[in-house]
């Protein structure tokens, strides 16, 4: 799979953020799903896993890292 750009995650991590006070994969893909989002977004925010982050920006370096977002 190639990395994504940042800027098609970034609105679905913030509003989760927003939402929740933190970010989970549940909550951002319920998100991208309401947007029939791309599956090339899907496909990485299912990377997100179980894990649970504080930030977007925890999101996006975590991302970044694993080479599935371009920053």
Request: net charge negative; charged share 25%.
């Given at each position: 799979m190639?990395?994504?750009d940042w800027a098609l995650l970034e609105p679905y991590v913030q509003a989760a953020?927003?939402?929740?006070?933190?970010i989970e994969r549940a909550d951002v893909i319920d998100l991208?799903?309401?947007e029939n989002a791309d599956d090339?977004?899907?496909?990485?925010i299912d990377a997100i896993g179980s894990r649970v982050f504080n930030?977007?920006?925890d999101v996006?370096?975590?991302?970044?890292?694993?080479?599935l977002v371009n920053e």
């Open positions: 190639a990395a994504v953020y927003e939402q929740h006070g933190r991208a799903y309401g090339d977004v899907i496909d990485t930030t977007p920006d996006r370096g975590f991302l970044v890292g694993q080479k």
